[in-house]
């Protein structure tokens, strides 16, 4: 069974303060996805990034940054000099990645919520 | 627009009573997913249809069942709906595998208020 865990189920931080959010994730399986979705105060879920098991590259885009690490199963996530727009909740996901035409679920975590404050 | 429609957006019933969400997948895809998030659960996998038949069940209560038709949009059908089936539910289609990969977008989602 899979299971994704986020220990940190709040932060606040102050505008321009980097942040990082845990994840923590157990599976069984040789090859997985990782994910990072955000969802805005507005409730939709925004695709932020998808990481394949055995591409270990940290990962920037912008203000944003990721870490996989394999050895340690976790998979962070990063905000540098954080704006008030980054308030919202972050999930971490994982899904096999067998390929099978009919795709694969997506096992969430519980989600981080993170308020910058200005 | 991520290509996936949700109807209605908002919905507030009572207990007792049976609703019908939909979903209209991204044109191409085949498979349909709905999920369920409620506070104290958080983002669950209910059920997944991939061309109009059941692929993977998850945490899904016998109240509530699914289907997908022809047209490949898919209806969650909630009866005897508790205060606890107060959540957020969405709809998500992927396609065929592309570079090993077969997509994944979520529509916006049906908040459902049971009073």
């Known amino acids: 069974a899979q299971k994704v865990t986020q220990a940190q189920t709040e932060i606040s931080v102050v505008e321009k303060e980097d942040v990082t959010l845990d994840c923590v994730y157990e599976?069984?399986?040789?090859?997985?996805?990782l994910f990072w979705y955000k969802q805005p105060p507005s409730g939709e879920l925004v695709f932020l990034i998808r990481r394949n098991s055995f591409d270990e590259q940290n990962e920037i885009s912008g203000r944003y940054s990721w870490n996989f690490q394999k050895s340690t199963s976790s998979f962070n996530f990063t905000i540098t000099a954080s704006q008030v727009v980054d308030s919202a909740v972050y999930f971490c996901?994982?899904?096999?990645?067998?390929?099978?035409?009919?795709?694969?679920?997506?096992?969430f975590g519980g989600g981080t919520r993170v308020l910058v404050k200005p | 627009d991520s290509g996936v429609t949700q109807t209605p957006k908002h919905l507030i019933t009572a207990t007792g009573q049976r609703v019908t969400l939909r979903c209209s997948p991204r044109s191409g895809d085949l498979s349909v997913y709905w999920y369920q998030q409620s506070l104290d659960q958080g983002l669950q996998f209910l059920i997944q249809y991939y061309n109009g038949e059941e692929r993977a069940k998850g945490n899904i209560l016998e109240r509530f069942s699914a289907q997908q038709f022809p047209d490949l949009h898919s209806e969650l059908n909630l009866s005897s709906l508790e205060l606890g089936d107060s959540a957020l539910y969405f709809c998500?289609?992927?396609?065929?595998?592309?570079?090993?990969?077969?997509?994944?977008?979520f529509g916006s989602g049906t908040r459902l208020t049971v009073v």
């Open positions: 998500a289609s992927s396609g065929r595998p592309k570079d090993g990969y077969y997509g994944y977008t």
């Open positions: 599976t069984r399986d040789t090859t997985y996805y």
């Open positions: 996901a994982l899904s096999e990645a067998k390929v099978k035409a009919a795709g694969n679920k997506l096992t």
